[in-house]
């Protein structure tokens, strides 16, 4: 397969970010700031310009909030998270919100399956919708970078069902003019906080460290497309 056209950086790229909570955050008791967070702290210090889209703004609860990413620079809040949510609801409330007035995504990270692990029948709870999900984007830009997120559990047989559907996903769907990516979030991943050094606030949760994590791997995703990082 040739190597696929890289992005350049010239205008911002559209970031868009689905998923349950992991990808909303927003409790009020604790840093759940997500990934989002660090991923823009990373990009905004590797000069790149970026603008996160969706139809989302808030997190889970009304008073949680986001600090600046930088000195003067607030946070961008918008997203596609939805706490609590399998992937085939979050896949119909992103097809309900996406109108044809909304920003085209350049790339969509995409983290789902962690609400769907005690479900079974993961062909037709998880890959089904997210396949379901990718076709969607690619009528909104045909060129999508599309990156599917592995499952942050090294200890769940839900995840470890669903890592090889996600996987034969991406390589099925995958082109040159719209490359579609697995990151491997379970890669160097602690999810049990009884542990030394864990990287979520609860099993599944990610706590500071473990947001900066994600966002590490999904930002070296990301600059395997950028033509002038």
Known sequence: MSKPEAFSTAA?????CIGDSITQGGKADRDEYTYRYPLQQILHEANI??????????????????PEIAPGIPFDPDHEGYYGNKTAEVVAKVKAAWT?????????????GTNDQKHGDYEKNVQAPLRDLIEFLRTKNPRVVVLL????????????????????LAETLDSPESPVRTVAHYSDWQENPDQPEPDTFDWAHPNQQGQKKMAQKWFAAIKTQLSDF
């Open 149 to 168: 997120g592995h499952l942050n559990f090294n200890d769940s047989e839900g995840a470890f069902q669903i890592r090889p559907l996600v996987q034969s």
């Open 12 to 16: 911002p790229i559209q970031i868009l």
């Open 49 to 66: 310009p970026f603008d996160f889209i969706g139809s989302r703004q808030a997190g889970l609860q009304p008073a949680a909030s986001w």
């Open 100 to 112: 044809e007035a909304s920003p085209t995504p350049d790339f969509a990270l995409i983290h789902l």
